[in-house]
């Protein structure tokens, strides 16, 4: 899972756990490594998350912008047989906390990666 752009970012999984740069380093998920920029100069602006850990999966990753502008998250998921299936977003954030939701799956022979945009709290309490 990568994560490019000028934010901030982490991975959350459904225990809460998180594994990334978001108001600070964690790196709480069991199975989840991240590679990132990190010295005194350079903010980290491209992430990648790597999982040892095969099977359907699902995690929320949390991006905040640091300055407006674009972010690309792209998702690969490869099978058993060398098969890889990928996912990619595009967005422009402006302030706040942006969510997706992320998912994959592979088997022997097929995979399935997903990346669903979760809208604000204050637009589903309406």
Same mark, same amino acid.
């Given at each position: 899972?990568?994560? &490019?752009?000028?934010?901030?970012?982490?991975?959350?999984?459904?225990?809460?756990?998180?594994?990334? +740069?978001?108001?600070?380093?964690a790196?709480?998920?069991?199975g989840?490594?991240? %590679?990132?920029?990190?010295?005194?100069? !350079?903010?980290? #602006?491209?992430?990648?998350?790597?999982?040892?850990?095969?099977g359907?999966? &699902?995690? /929320?990753?949390?991006?905040?912008? +640091?300055?407006?502008?674009?972010?690309?998250?792209s998702?690969?998921?490869?099978c058993?047989?060398?098969?890889?299936?990928?996912? +990619? !977003?595009? &967005?422009?954030?402006? %302030?706040?906390?942006? #969510?997706? +939701?992320?998912?994959?799956r !592979?088997? /022997?022979?097929?995979?399935?990666?997903?990346?669903?945009?979760?809208?604000?709290?204050?637009?589903?309490?309406?």
């Amino acid at each position: 899972m990568r994560v &490019s752009g000028d934010v901030e970012a982490a991975m959350v999984d459904n225990r809460g756990r998180r594994t990334g +740069r978001y108001h600070g380093l964690a790196e709480d998920i069991p199975g989840c490594r991240l %590679e990132a920029i990190a010295d005194d100069v !350079a903010e980290p #602006q491209d992430y990648t998350f790597h999982f040892l850990k095969r099977g359907d999966e &699902s995690y /929320r990753l949390l991006v905040e912008p +640091r300055t407006e502008g674009e972010v690309e998250i792209s998702v690969t998921a490869s099978c058993l047989n060398m098969k890889l299936c990928a996912a +990619r !977003a595009d &967005s422009t954030l402006n %302030e706040g906390e942006y #969510q997706w +939701r992320l998912s994959w799956r !592979a088997a /022997r022979d097929s995979c399935h990666v997903a990346i669903m945009p979760v809208p604000p709290k204050s637009a589903v309490a309406r």
